[in-house]
């Protein structure tokens, strides 16, 4: 079986090696969706996601606030005045956004959010956060 070529012929590598595994029935239609892909992968990374290392990390949110507070900082932010900033680097379809909203617990949350992938960051598909106020 002779793959389909890459430069230029009309097919991609994954084409090639989807039709030479035989894993896709019509390899020429098949087509990775990224969107789909992410929405599942979040999916189970939810599912995967530890409780107990979440846990530890609202523990040391809240030491960092109250080592804030007590010092007269900003600490680690959200209810001690501070504000909590997160860099989500390959943000995907902001999967992590409404944990870190949970994490800030109605105090200030600055959210930056790093995607390189212009189909992922202008998906239908990614949660839009309403401005406050």
């Not at 090696?17 to 929405?39: H, K, M, S």
């Not at 990374?45 to 530890?50: E, Y």
């Not at 990614?126 to 106020?133: E, M």
Request: proline letters at 4%; hydrophobic letters at 45%; charged letters at 30%.
């Amino acid at each position: 079986m002779r793959a389909p070529a890459r430069d230029g012929g009309g097919g991609s590598l994954a084409a090639a090696v989807a039709a030479a595994l035989r894993v896709v029935p019509d390899a020429a239609a098949w087509a990775f969706d990224e969107v789909r892909y992410l929405e599942a992968k979040n999916r189970a990374d939810a599912r995967a996601r530890s409780s107990a290392v979440w846990r530890e990390l609202e523990r040391e949110l809240r030491r960092a606030r109250a080592d804030g507070a007590a010092d007269g900082g900003g600490g680690g932010g959200g209810d001690g005045g501070g504000t909590l900033r997160v860099l989500d680097v390959g943000a995907g379809l902001l999967a992590m956004l409404p944990r870190a909203l949970a994490l800030a617990r109605g105090g200030r949350l600055e959210y930056t959010a790093f995607e390189a992938s212009a189909v992922r960051a202008r998906s239908r598909a990614a949660p839009r956060p309403r401005r406050r106020g």
